[in-house]
């Protein structure tokens, strides 16, 4: 049976940020259709997860201080607050400071905090970091961000490189756009005709296609994956920044090859 090969009944995969309904708790309700045990953290008491800053490491130990052997991480905590949006010439430090610790400090208290539990009861295990597209792109008005989820994916790279002796892979998953209820307008935002026609699976993602990639990376069919960037984005990042929304370069003329490949 394939779910014995992925080997993730019983296992303990403590998911950092898994309040939110968004990508966090489709992974969490993916482990446990998948037979695992998710450990939920989240700095939201709100959300019925065991409570932690994952900014603070003292917090994050104390919310896992009655575990001792875990399986996996998964950290999900990050994003970018709309009042973080700035051009790079008008950021400020303190700007800088909050979206790094958001998005990268967390990621290192998380991975610091599990694999040392990893390391301490000598199991293997699997830790994979929820990252960005704009971590391998750019992200215009949201530099810190870009910068942080790059900054994320190299941290998943070297932790791979030292952790791997000791049978702990660590991945990471750069997400493009997902619809999720933190868009906070009450509902999901709609594909819209200008989404379909630039996404070339014509929709933004939403939770479960993030988790699907995650419990592939946490399972033991990925077993010689280290260190790899699973990008999980609709294939936005396989299409040029040059594309129109008819799929041509934006510098092909009106005419006749224009006419031929769309038919308008
Ligand atoms: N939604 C997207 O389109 C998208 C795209 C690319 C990448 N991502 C990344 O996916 C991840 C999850 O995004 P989401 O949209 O599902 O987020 P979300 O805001 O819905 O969920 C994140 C959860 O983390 C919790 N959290 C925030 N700060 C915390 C802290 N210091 N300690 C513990 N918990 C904390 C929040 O309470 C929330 O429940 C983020 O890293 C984000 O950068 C999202």
Do not use: C
Not at 4 to 20: N, P, S, Y
Not at 52 to 78: N, Q, R, T, W
Not at 110 to 123: D, E, F, Q, T
Not at 160 to 169: C, N, S
């Amino acid at each position: 049976m394939i779910e014995d090969r992925m080997g993730l009944k019983g296992r303990r995969i403590v998911v950092v940020g898994a309040g939110g309904g968004g990508i966090g708790t489709g992974i969490v309700r993916m482990l446990e259709e998948a037979g695992a045990e998710p450990i939920g953290i989240d700095v939201d008491p709100q959300q019925g997860f065991r409570v932690a800053d994952a900014a603070d490491e003292a917090s994050v130990e104390a919310a896992l201080a009655d575990i001792d052997e875990v399986d996996g991480l998964v950290h999900v905590v990050g994003g970018l607050p709309t009042a973080r949006w700035d051009r790079v010439v008008d950021g400020t430090t303190e700007g800088w400071n909050e979206v790094l610790t958001r998005n990268l400090i967390t990621a290192t208290v998380s991975m610091r905090v599990v694999a040392r539990k990893l390391l301490a009861a000598g199991r293997p295990g699997s830790i994979v970091n929820i990252a960005s597209i704009v971590g391998l792109e750019s992200m215009p008005f949201g530099a810190p961000y870009a910068a942080s989820k790059a900054a994320v994916i190299s941290l998943t790279k070297t932790a791979a490189v030292e952790l791997g002796p000791h049978g702990i892979r660590v991945n990471a998953v750069a997400v493009g756009t997902v619809r999720v209820l933190q868009n906070k307008t009450g509902a999901p935002a709609l594909d819209t005709p200008e989404t379909k026609a630039v996404l070339p699976l014509a929709r933004r993602g939403t939770p479960e296609d993030v988790a699907g990639p995650v419990l592939f990376l946490l399972s033991d069919l990925a077993a010689f994956v280290t260190g790899s960037v699973l990008t999980a984005d609709g294939g936005a990042t396989a299409r040029p920044g040059y594309m129109d929304m008819d799929n041509l370069p934006v510098f092909v003329p009106a005419g006749d090859l224009r006419t031929r490949l769309t038919g308008h």
